[in-house]
């Protein structure tokens, strides 16, 4: 199907490195945080979360870190595979939501150089 | 065990036809979220059900937007009079319960993508 975010901003990387993608979030009352990976012609799948009172948390390969200072949420991947391109999103839950609706930044692309 | 599905995974329609896309959430998740993804941007937070209840439709765009859901489970977008601009992929997604405590995992359903012509 057709890819999603053919405009995004793109991070490539050589397959085995690391990555970094970087997520700039608005609303200081925000206080917990979501890295979705979305690969072409498929939904949202969530990757890892993390509250606004942690700076790090870790996962399989993957590392959320928070800035709470300024505003600044970045995914560390790990010994990046060709399994990981995909669009990545970072999603934001305001605090005064009763529910659990989330706002999506703009997505990055990464691509996987073998 | 089954996700999210949602249905047609693809619709092309005309410009002022109806279109009803529906989602049917995992077995047991309370709430279930629609959310609409345009071409090149993150997705967008549509409604939101508790139950059968819509708990916040404050992301509904205008009053062409209505949805249902009103067993508790399968949810129905129901959009009128469609434009141009409504194209689009609609997103599902649901949860075990709407709270924001950890492992609140929402899963999101393929989308369904919607073209009007």
């Known amino acids: 199907g057709e890819s999603v975010g053919l405009h995004l901003p793109t991070l490539s990387v050589q397959e085995g490195d690391n990555s970094i993608i970087n997520c700039a979030y608005s609303?200081?009352?925000?206080?917990?945080f979501i890295w979705y990976k979305q690969e072409s012609g498929k939904g949202p799948q969530f990757i890892i979360d993390?509250?606004?009172?942690?700076d790090k948390r870790q996962g399989q390969r993957v590392t959320v870190l928070l800035n709470k200072t300024v505003k600044h949420l970045s995914l560390q991947i790990a010994a990046t595979q060709p399994g990981d391109s995909a669009v990545y999103f970072c999603a934001e839950n305001r605090a005064n939501n009763a529910g659990n609706m989330l706002t999506f930044g703009g997505g990055t692309r990464l691509m996987v150089k073998p | 065990g089954a996700g999210v599905s949602q249905t047609p995974s693809n619709k092309v329609t005309e410009k002022g036809k109806y279109v009803e896309l529906r989602c049917d959430p995992i077995s047991g998740h309370t709430a279930l979220y629609w959310y609409r993804q345009s071409l090149g941007q993150g997705p967008e937070f549509l409604i939101y059900?508790?139950?059968?209840?819509?708990?916040?439709d404050s992301g509904l765009p205008n009053d062409r937007f209505f949805a249902v859901r009103p067993e508790g489970s399968v949810s129905t977008l129901k959009i009128q009079r469609t434009e141009r601009g409504d194209s689009a992929v609609y997103l599902c997604?649901?949860?075990?319960?709407?709270?924001?405590?950890?492992?609140?995992?929402?899963?999101f359903g393929p989308g369904t993508r919607l073209t009007v012509l």
């Open positions: 609303n200081s009352a925000s206080d917990y």
């Open positions: 997604a649901s949860s075990l319960t709407p709270g924001r405590e950890w492992d609140n995992e929402q899963f």
């Open positions: 993390i509250r606004s009172n942690m």
């Open positions: 059900f508790q139950g059968t209840g819509a708990a916040d």
